[in-house]
T-cell receptor
Framework: SQKIEQNSEALNIQEGKTATLTCNYT??????LQWYRQDPGRGPVFLLL?????KEKRKERLKVTFDTTLKQSLFHITASQPADSATYLC?????????????FGKGTKLSVIP | EADIYQTPRYLVIGTGKKITLECSQT?????MYWYQQDPGMELHLIHY???????EKGDLSSESTVSRIRTEHFPLTLESARPSHTSQYLC???????????FGAGTRLSVL
């Protein structure tokens, strides 16, 4: 089964800097990869999806890259703000293309310090 | 804000009680999911449904059961709660090939 590793459990960053979070996976290459944001005591909220044939995806201050050779996705938040403080999860289809089940990483807790 | 609702938000209950966690969505999604999440840990899929009268167990073994009699409703039942069931339970729904999942706010269950 797929295993996901997110680079660190916690990341502290100064306001205005770029935060970079890493998601590594093992085994098969997924058809797509998703990133979610989770605030304490709440359910995750979808942010971005990137497909296996896409190198990069952007949405406002967010950017996601996908390197199927390295089996890695990077998630960037530029000009970070204290409101960006949350836990960020990456998620992959549970077993190959076409699966509607997702497996989630443990997440990286981002703290943006004013 | 996603149109998926979970009740109750918090539940403290004694061992041996039967409980049902409610989940409803108004988006007409065919696919619905239940996850269990402990603090600081990843979400684990415990049940899913691809439509009415379809239910399957997820990758994490669970003593709970689910039903899907209506598209919008996907309740989870524990026949006899135990302290090991203490956790946060998250319900989600999705539609389409991109499988973007929309989550409820969760139910935090404590079994004493």
């Amino acid at each position: 089964s797929q295993k996901i590793e997110q680079n660190s459990e916690a990341l502290n960053i100064q306001e205005g800097k770029t935060a970079t979070l890493t998601c590594n996976y093992t085994n098969y290459s997924p058809a797509y990869l998703q990133w979610y944001r989770q605030d304490p005591g709440r359910g995750p909220v979808f942010l971005l999806l990137i497909r296996e044939n896409e190198k990069e995806k952007r949405k406002e201050r967010l950017k996601v890259t996908f390197d199927t050779t390295l089996k890695q996705s990077l998630f960037h938040i530029t000009a970070s703000q204290p409101a960006d403080s949350a836990t960020y999860l990456c998620a992959l289809p549970l077993s190959g293309a076409g699966s509607y089940q997702l497996t989630f990483g443990k997440g990286t807790k981002l703290s943006v310090i004013p | 804000e996603a149109d998926i609702y979970q009740t109750p938000r918090y539940l403290v209950i004694g061992t041996g009680k039967k409980i049902t966690l409610e989940c409803s969505q108004t988006m007409g999604h065919d696919k619905m999911y239940w996850y269990q999440q402990d603090p600081g840990m990843e979400l684990h899929l415990i049940h899913y449904s691809y439509g009415v009268n379809s239910t399957e167990k997820g990758d994490l073994s669970s003593e709970s059961t689910v039903s899907r009699i209506r598209t919008e409703h996907f309740p989870l039942t524990l026949e006899s709660a135990r302290p090991s069931h203490t956790s946060q339970y998250l319900c989600a729904s999705s539609e389409g090939a991109r499988n973007i999942q929309y989550f409820g706010a969760g139910t935090r269950l404590s079994v004493l």
